[in-house]
């Protein structure tokens, strides 16, 4: 059996409406304790909502998500969603990175091919 060395997490629901990013900031936070490689993927047209800056509202999880950065953990929002919504990548916080959609099937071929953990919510 392989052992867990890094957990890709993928975030697609919507935000606002969902504890879904709340569980992927939590598990992120908690496998990246562990010491686990942790890789954040924020995609679909309301996933990367979580990755724009200046958000307005009761839910902006700016500080768990700079707490998360600071730990180590990657994060990464999909180009082809973005432009979908027209979010420009000025708009994102500080350390999350535009990557193109390609990079995330990369990413998901990467992660099963070398039986590390992937959660989508």
Do not use: H
């Amino acid at each position: 059996m392989t052992k867990i060395k890094k957990v890709l997490l993928l975030l697609k629901q919507m935000i606002y409406e969902s504890t879904s990013p709340m569980e992927i900031i939590r598990f992120a936070r908690y496998y990246r304790k562990k010491g686990l490689e942790v890789v954040v993927v924020l995609w679909g047209p309301m996933g990367i909502m979580l990755g724009k800056k200046n958000k307005v509202g009761r839910m902006r999880y700016e500080d768990e998500m700079k707490e998360c950065i600071n730990l180590g953990i990657k994060f990464y929002c999909c180009d082809l969603a973005a432009k979908i919504i027209g979010l420009d990548p000025a708009e994102l916080m500080e350390g999350v990175e535009m990557v193109p959609s390609y990079r995330v099937a990369d990413l998901l071929l990467e992660y099963q091919e070398s039986g590390q953990l992937i959660i989508s919510l």
